[in-house]
């Protein structure tokens, strides 16, 4: 069996920076049965739940209020690369846009809903060790 890494706010897990989830039944149920591991990179970085929302802008991570939090994402991105590798997770399913699980197209850093080409700081990752990730809405 395929084993697969997930965002933990798409299994239905409150972690995301507002506290909510984005729950997909498909994701949730992949976890029920074990094929995949919920991770939430933030939170292994260190970051509380609320918190401010932040984006990429250039190779840092900012919040909206102006905090530079690249440190918490790289070393949350690290730690959940880390239990993918322990898992021998080859797929990844990530929360789309995210500054962290992001494939493909991220924020601009303008928190004005505007979208760029990119990758966020997981995601990266992920692709360097040859794990596929796919974008979730």
């Keep these: 069996m395929t084993k697969k890494i997930v965002s933990a706010c798409l299994a239905g897990f409150q972690c995301r920076f507002d506290c909510a989830s984005k729950e997909r039944e498909e994701i949730r149920v992949m976890v029920e ?9 933030e939170q292994m970085g260190g970051l509380p739940t609320p918190r401010t929302p932040a984006e990429q802008i250039g190779n840092k ?8 939090v690249t440190a918490e994402y790289e070393l949350g991105a690290q730690q959940a690369l880390k239990m993918a590798e322990l898992t021998g997770a080859t797929e990844a399913y990530l929360k789309s846009r995210s500054p962290m699980c992001g494939a493909g197209q991220i924020y601009d850093g303008t928190f004005s809903g505007k979208l760029i080409e990119g990758d966020g700081v997981f995601t990266k990752l992920l692709k360097a060790k040859n794990i596929k990730v796919i974008a979730v809405d």
């Design 61 to 68: 991570i900012i919040s909206k209020t102006g905090t530079d």
């Design 33 to 41: 049965k074990g094929e995949a591991i919920a991770v939430c990179p």
